[in-house]
T-cell receptor, first 114, second 111 residues
Framework: GAVVSQHPSWVICKSGTSVKIECRSL??????MFWYRQFPKQSLMLMAT?????????EQGVEKDKFLINHASLTLSTLTVTSAHPEDSSFYIC??????????FGQGTRLTVV | AQSVSQHNHHVILSEAASLELGCNYS??????LFWYVQYPGQHLQLLLK??????LVKGIKGFEAEFIKSKFSFNLRKPSVQWSDTAEYFC?????????FGAGTILRVKS
């Protein structure tokens, strides 16, 4: 199947700093990329949907100024957590898909803010 | 808002036992349905999907699922589980362009 690579796998940062997470589709061009957040023992919560070259669509309750999403090409989307705080510590997962096909998932990024 | 419910958070089975994991969703319109599996330390992987046609769909590794529109359900089944099926299973429903996940079911198969 298609491969989606997410980097880094884990990151620890100080409170108040920003962290960038990259999501790349390695062997296909993704028309849409999705960013999810997963809390312990809970489901994946959709944060935002991004289409290449356009602004991301954020889900209700997700702060667009805090979670900056850029989808500059058909193979790369980035999520930047700005001014991170301990409550932003979580597992972030991206997925990518071509229209009307299955979504392929990255391995996730464990963010810890200290 | 659209939602996806998975009935059990933890299931423990012995090898060769039959498996059925429940999934119900709340939306009455046209949906696409998926089951994903996450083995320990690995990505989410697609087990099977339903877009249209035969409501009984077969996936990888002997899994199947049945879409029952009248019950808004898409239950996952396997006649005989193996120790290697130990993983977390997620039901997901696509509404428009969004994929909404259930809370997941952790399956542990005892050898």
């Amino acid at each position: 199947g298609a491969v989606v690579s997410q980097h880094p796998s884990w990151v620890i940062c100080k409170s108040g700093t920003s962290v960038k997470i990259e999501c790349r589709s390695l062997d296909f061009q993704a028309t849409t990329m999705f960013w999810y957040r997963q809390f312990p023992k809970q489901s994946l919560m959709l944060m935002a949907t991004s289409n290449e070259g356009s602004k991301a669509t954020y889900e209700q309750g997700v702060e667009k100024d805090k979670f900056l999403i850029n989808h500059a090409s058909l193979t790369l989307s980035t999520l930047t957590v700005t001014s991170a705080h301990p409550e932003d510590s979580s597992f972030y997962i991206c997925s990518a898909r071509v229209a009307r096909s299955e979504a392929f998932f990255g391995q996730g990024t464990r963010l810890t803010v200290v | 808002a659209q939602s996806v419910s998975q009935h059990n958070h933890h299931v423990i089975l012995s090898e060769a036992a039959s498996l059925e994991l429940g999934c119900n969703y709340s939306y009455g319109g046209t949906v696409n349905l998926f089951w994903y599996v996450q083995y320990p330390g690995q990505h989410l992987q697609l087990l099977l999907k339903y877009f249209s046609g035969d409501p009984l769909v077969k996936g990888i590794k002997g899994f199947e699922a049945e879409f029952i529109k009248s019950k808004f359900s898409f239950n996952l089944r396997k006649p005989s589980v193996q120790w290697s099926d130990t993983a977390e299973y997620f039901c997901a429903v696509e509404y428009g362009n969004k994929l909404v996940f259930g809370a997941g079911t952790i399956l542990r198969v005892k050898s």
